[in-house]
């Protein structure tokens, strides 16, 4: 974009400084409040209707704005249509000595809004017409790839069914149509599965379970080094055992639940022991009945589940 710029006397420039709570955070930039109302105050120091000057404003610092207007028809007589720019040519004496206030106003264009010049606006939809084209561009590019993609997936796809027809076909030459040879495969892998499905392990015995345990029990070098004990009831099934004994000194619970523990495929639960009297009924500080409870471990293997055989 090119173009002039043009100075407008600063005598014939209506100036004043407008006061608001919040008017900007950067001296020389826009004000951050609406334009109607900064026109609404303005209007009270310009002489002449409001209508018939041009305003612009700048920001002096957060509190204060300089306002600056001039004649529409004075502007017209002075700019010509090859002006960018219109500013006053200097700072009204008022604000010569206001070194925070005399720069902005070489900001203080005029043309802008209603009398923004054609190169300006011409400016303006040239760089929205080239955003516009190069979204449309990479729209159609992105397009483009994504039919490409598309294409070699169908071609891709087509193939597959190609060969799988074709290996069908060599499967069951026979069949009348890919559909029914379909049908004709998904019978024989439905027949294979049934038939070469893998068969449930045999059951294991109770007596098997039984004869683990007597295996790992606990046995003295002399029957006299033996727990002293006596089986209440045994419960066996080829998934768990249960064993109830009544015991003179419980200070061979220990040893039994290490005995136990030791079975291979199986798992012993922790042993409950219940305080009570000797063999003979008469009271023993030691003495009680011990509970032991023991079930198949799934996680060994099928095959020595069940302890010694």
Known sequence: MTGTTRTIPSDQVYWAVLTLEQAGAQPGGTPSCDTAVLDELFA???PV?????????????????????VSRERLATLVGPGDTVAVPDAPPSAFAGA???????????????????????????????????????LTIAAAVGVERRAADL??????????AQSALKGLYPSASSPDTARTLLDQDLDRLTRTRAARPTLQRDAADAVASLLAAWPRGATPSEAPKLRTESLTATPESLTLVVAMEDRAATATISDSLRSITG????Q???TAGTSQGGAAAPNAGTLNLRLVADASANPEKTGGVR
């Open 266 to 269: 199986w798992r012993l639960f």
């Open 99 to 137: 070194a925070d206030v005399a720069p902005l106003v070489y900001r203080l264009n005029f043309l802008w809004g209603d009398l923004e010049p054609r190169p300006v606006t011409v400016a303006k939809w040239r760089a929205a017409g080239i955003a516009a084209a190069a979204i449309l561009l």
């Open 49 to 69: 209707a409001f209508e018939r000057v041009k305003p612009v404003y700048t920001t002096i610092d957060r509190t204060r704005i300089l306002a600056a207007a």
């Open 271 to 273: 042993p409950q022991f």
């Open 44 to 46: 009270e120091y310009v």
């Open 154 to 163: 169908r071609v891709s796809a087509a193939e597959h069914r190609t060969l």
